[in-house]
Protein backbone atom coordinates (compact mmCIF):
# COMPACT_ATOMS: atom_id res chain seq x y z
CA UNK A 1 0.00 0.00 0.00
CA UNK A 2 2.95 2.34 0.56
CA UNK A 3 3.20 2.09 -3.65
CA UNK A 4 0.41 4.15 -4.66
CA UNK A 5 0.90 6.82 -1.71
CA UNK A 6 4.70 7.30 -2.95
CA UNK A 7 3.48 7.59 -6.74
CA UNK A 8 1.08 10.01 -5.66
CA UNK A 9 3.04 11.74 -4.24
CA UNK A 10 5.32 12.13 -6.46
CA UNK A 11 2.87 13.27 -9.46
CA UNK A 12 2.08 15.96 -7.00
CA UNK A 13 5.77 17.03 -6.59
CA UNK A 14 6.18 17.04 -10.52
CA UNK A 15 2.79 19.06 -10.82
CA UNK A 16 3.78 21.98 -8.33
CA UNK A 17 7.65 22.13 -10.21
CA UNK A 18 5.46 22.29 -13.20
CA UNK A 19 3.69 25.10 -12.05
CA UNK A 20 6.33 27.17 -10.88
CA UNK A 21 8.65 26.38 -14.12
CA UNK A 22 5.86 27.79 -15.80
CA UNK A 23 5.14 30.75 -13.46
CA UNK A 24 8.69 31.51 -13.76
CA UNK A 25 9.10 31.57 -17.13
CA UNK A 26 5.32 33.87 -17.26
CA UNK A 27 7.18 36.33 -15.01
CA UNK A 28 9.98 36.51 -16.93
CA UNK A 29 8.14 37.27 -20.04
CA UNK A 30 6.00 39.82 -18.58
CA UNK A 31 9.42 41.44 -16.69
CA UNK A 32 10.74 41.54 -20.39
CA UNK A 33 7.78 43.25 -21.97
CA UNK A 34 7.65 45.75 -19.15
CA UNK A 35 11.04 46.74 -19.52
CA UNK A 36 10.54 47.08 -23.10
CA UNK A 37 7.38 49.44 -22.95
CA UNK A 38 9.13 51.12 -20.02
CA UNK A 39 11.87 52.15 -22.51
CA UNK A 40 10.04 52.95 -25.26
CA UNK A 41 7.86 55.22 -23.23
CA UNK A 42 10.80 56.81 -21.63
CA UNK A 43 12.38 57.36 -25.33
CA UNK A 44 9.36 59.29 -26.36
CA UNK A 45 9.01 61.17 -23.22
CA UNK A 46 12.90 62.43 -23.35
CA UNK A 47 12.20 63.20 -27.27
CA UNK A 48 9.04 65.25 -26.71
CA UNK A 49 10.72 67.08 -23.74
CA UNK A 50 13.56 67.94 -26.06
CA UNK A 51 11.32 68.60 -29.18
CA UNK A 52 9.47 70.91 -26.48
CA UNK A 53 12.37 73.04 -25.80
CA UNK A 54 13.27 73.21 -29.00
CA UNK A 55 9.72 74.84 -30.09
CA UNK A 56 9.74 76.83 -27.22
CA UNK A 57 13.03 78.73 -27.92
CA UNK A 58 12.57 78.44 -31.29
CA UNK A 59 9.44 79.77 -32.46
CA UNK A 60 7.24 80.58 -29.13
CA UNK A 61 7.80 82.42 -26.25
CA UNK A 62 11.44 82.34 -24.89
CA UNK A 63 12.29 82.94 -28.82
CA UNK A 64 14.51 86.16 -29.05
CA UNK A 65 12.95 89.22 -30.15
CA UNK A 66 14.13 90.39 -33.94
CA UNK A 67 16.38 93.21 -33.33
CA UNK A 68 15.61 96.04 -35.73
CA UNK A 69 18.79 96.98 -37.70
CA UNK A 70 19.15 101.08 -37.77
CA UNK A 71 19.32 101.53 -41.86
CA UNK A 72 19.78 104.68 -42.93
CA UNK A 73 16.91 106.96 -44.50
CA UNK A 74 16.96 108.32 -47.69
CA UNK A 75 16.76 111.67 -47.04
CA UNK A 76 16.59 113.40 -50.76
CA UNK A 77 16.04 116.96 -50.52
CA UNK A 78 15.20 119.18 -53.80
CA UNK A 79 16.44 122.43 -51.67
CA UNK A 80 19.76 123.67 -52.35
CA UNK A 81 21.41 123.76 -48.53
CA UNK A 82 21.55 127.11 -47.77
CA UNK A 83 24.85 128.98 -47.98
CA UNK A 84 26.54 132.28 -46.77
CA UNK A 85 24.26 135.10 -48.57
CA UNK A 86 25.63 138.10 -49.53
CA UNK A 87 24.04 141.28 -49.35
CA UNK A 88 24.82 144.46 -51.39
Do not use: W
Amino acid sequence: MAKPDKDRAERERARVYQARLQLRASQLGRRRRDTIVASVVGGIVILAAIGGQFAYYGAGPGAPLPEVSPSPSPSVSSDPVPGPTTTP
